[in-house]
């Protein structure tokens, strides 16, 4: 079957009640749907349509929405999470480390080079990698 302009226009409005409002899987899911209509044979729209919406489910289109805003968000938090922890630390065992060090105590050293390694190869990653993502999102 092949599809018209205006058949693409009304898959999208559908998306778009559905309640998917992430641009780029609303065109991962018109690429597919437009895709399994077209495999279909016969010249009837509505008819594949259907059949095509019938192989997600009832609120399957949201349902995905759904699923895919969850595992976006939770890898993020979870990031946001282990970045804010390992500044934490790395800022508690720099602030040891000096108070140690102003107190001729011992453990300033170890303190200080936790500090430094927990700074460098764990909390700055994640913030420029964070960063990143929230600059190439907009």
């Known amino acids: 079957m092949e599809l018209l302009d205006c058949h693409i226009e009304r898959i999208k409005g559908d998306l778009e009640s559905h309640g998917v409002t992430m ?4 065109d991962s899911l018109l690429d597919h749907i437009c895709c399994a209509i077209e495999e279909m044979e016969g010249d009837d729209f509505e008819l ?3 059949q095509v919406l019938e192989r997600f489910g ?3 289109i949201r349902r995905i929405q759904e699923e895919t805003t969850n595992l976006i968000y939770k890898k993020e938090f979870a990031m946001k ?12 065992f720099a602030v040891t480390g000096v108070l140690c060090k102003m107190m001729h105590w011992p453990g300033a050293g170890p303190s200080l080079l936790l500090s430094a390694l927990l700074l460098n190869f764990g909390f700055l990653p994640l913030y420029f990698r964070d960063k990143y993502k929230q600059s190439i999102s907009r």
């Open 81 to 92: 999470k282990t970045m804010y922890i390992l500044g934490y630390f790395a800022s508690m």
């Open 58 to 60: 009832e609120e399957g």
């Open 23 to 26: 641009d780029k899987l609303s």
């Open 48 to 50: 594949a349509y259907g």
